[in-house]
């Protein structure tokens, strides 16, 4: 189970930090995706068991990043200059590998709404 959190409203060009907490964490890949809405979901990121990190989201680029402590089963999602555009539910999810294909993930949390607004 994956539990997603950190989401909440804030003014472009403000930062937030989404985590991501699951029991057994350190033999998954970790990846970020977020669904506007009327939109399809989207793929931000994903960081491997070892740290590194896959960006896929060219909109996100040199604003978020991610990084992990397996001990303490935690992912985080560090997001910087944030945008109107960045608005979504976030959901953080679990496979084997790093992908920006949704269906190779085997589990899902239940998503944490960003708002980014004036």
């Known amino acids: 189970q994956l539990v997603e959190s950190g989401g909440g409203l804030v003014q472009p060009g403000d930062a937030l930090r989404l985590t991501c907490a699951a029991s057994?964490?350190?033999?998954?890949?970790i990846g970020w995706f977020r669904q506007a809405p009327g939109k399809e979901r989207e793929a931000v990121s994903c960081?491997?068991?070892?740290?590194?990190?896959?960006n896929y989201a060219d909109s996100v680029k040199g604003r978020f990043t991610m990084s992990r402590d397996n001990a303490k089963n935690t992912v985080w999602l560090q997001m910087n200059s944030l945008k109107p555009e960045d608005t979504a539910v976030y959901y953080c999810a679990a496979a084997f590998v790093c992908s920006d294909y949704a269906d190779i993930y085997d589990y899902w949390g239940q998503g944490t709404q960003v708002t980014v607004s004036s």
């Open positions: 960081i491997r068991s070892g740290g590194e990190m896959e």
């Open positions: 057994l964490l350190d033999d998954y890949a």
